[in-house]
């Protein structure tokens, strides 16, 4: 069974930037497409950024132009570069399969973007 782990995030003021990563384990990891989700506090977890197989993406409308999504599949590893921060981003960022999860939901990493 595949396990994800998150890493990278932290707190950053607005317009700052930070990277995301999503170590996987598991040799199905390069078959799956992956999901970088979030959830705020009292919201529910929204689908942020997804990259197939083979390198194709899509964004939710709100990050598009800010957020980058990439893998290595060498590494297995998925990547959520972040620029232009609003407070608006602060959430736990998780990673899992797209659209279906693959594996149990870890706890994820922490964002918070200052005003």
């Known amino acids: 069974q595949v396990q994800l782990v998150e890493s990278g995030g932290g707190l950053v003021q607005a317009g700052g930037s930070l990277r995301l990563s999503c170590a996987a384990s598991g040799s199905t990891f390069r078959v799956n497409a992956i999901g970088w989700y979030r959830q705020a506090p009292g919201k529910q977890r929204e689908l942020v950024a997804a990259i197939s197989n083979n390198g194709v993406t899509n964004y939710v409308d709100s990050v598009k132009g800010r957020f980058t999504i990439s893998r290595d599949n060498v590494k297995n590893t998925v990547y959520l570069q972040m620029h232009s921060l609003k407070p608006e981003d602060t959430a736990v960022y998780y990673c899992?399969?797209?659209?279906?999860?693959?594996?149990?939901w870890g706890q994820g990493t922490q964002v918070t973007v200052s005003s």
């Open positions: 899992n399969g797209w659209p279906i999860a693959i594996t149990h």
